[in-house]
């Protein structure tokens, strides 16, 4: 585990690109997985405003999805899509989205479906490369939710925990999501690269009990003090 301490989100993010600049110099085809939310978002804003650098050979997997939201733009697919995707200039055929399509995943049969489909490429197209992720405030890990017992291992559907279910981006929809997708706890340390962005209200908590490396499904953030190489960067 490498710790980048930095100051305040602004050197976060920066740092962060220039963590990710230095491995997509090397290998310009990396397999990426992204977190959405704030976390990672200005790190996006600067790798897409970075000359001199093709981000256009990346492969993109998803991290995770709501299901059962009623609008699109509540999606984490519709984050990626405006955010990473089309910023940085990444063919819609070198991406890999729980949903086949540009739409939202209705029930949990879909996700279910979406999920074993998830883990088929993985399993043909993987390992990734490159994995970003944040923490939650509950500790989760894409939609990992806090549980007595560790999940699947593979790509599953998950059913969200209470705080989850209050995330500001699906603050508008009438009835919260139930469930999530999400990749399972097999890809994140087959990952090759693993950078962990710790920022944000209210996280300081968690972020202690983290510290403590007990490795508990109570956390599933914990799990990462399992991989040989993660990078984490924070201003906590």
């Known amino acids: 585990m490498t710790i980048h301490q930095c100051k305040d989100y602004q050197e976060i993010s920066k740092t962060a690109a220039e963590w990710f600049f230095q491995r997509i110099r090397k290998n310009l085809a990396c397999k990426v997985s992204v977190?959405?939310?704030?976390?990672?978002?200005?790190?996006?804003?600067?790798?897409?405003?970075?000359?001199?650098?093709?981000?256009?050979?990346?492969?993109?997997?998803?991290?995770?999805?709501?299901?059962?939201?009623?609008?699109?733009?509540?999606?984490?697919?519709?984050?990626?899509?405006?955010?990473?995707?089309?910023?940085?200039?990444?063919?819609?055929?070198?991406t890999h989205y729980f949903a086949p399509t540009l739409k939202v995943l209705d029930n949990k049969n879909q996700a279910e479906e979406a999920a074993r489909s998830m883990q088929k490429?993985?399993?043909?197209?993987?390992?990734?490369?490159?994995?970003?992720?944040?923490?939650?405030?509950?500790?989760?890990?894409?939609?990992?939710?806090?549980a007595e017992n560790w999940p699947p291992q593979e790509c599953y559907v998950s059913e969200l925990a209470p705080s989850t279910r209050n995330h500001a981006m699906i603050s508008t929809e009438k009835k919260p999501p139930e469930f999530g997708v999400t990749m399972g706890i097999r890809a994140i340390l087959e990952a090759k690269e693993i950078l962990f962005i710790v920022t944000g209200t209210g996280k300081r908590g968690v972020y202690s009990e983290w510290l403590k490396k007990e490795i508990t499904p109570k956390l599933p953030a914990s799990i990462l003090w399992k991989h040989p190489s993660v990078s984490l960067i924070t201003d906590l």
Request: glycine share 12%; proline share 3%.
């Open 35 to 94: 977190a959405t939310g704030n976390s990672a978002l200005g790190m996006y804003g600067y790798i897409t405003k970075a000359r001199n650098l093709n981000t256009s050979s990346l492969t993109l997997f998803q991290l995770d999805e709501w299901v059962g939201i009623s609008e699109y733009h509540h999606s984490c697919m519709s984050f990626i899509e405006k955010e990473v995707r089309i910023p940085w200039g990444i063919a819609a055929e070198r």
């Open 121 to 146: 490429e993985l399993d043909i197209k993987g390992p990734l490369d490159i994995l970003i992720l944040g923490m939650g405030k509950n500790g989760h890990l894409g939609f990992i939710e806090p």
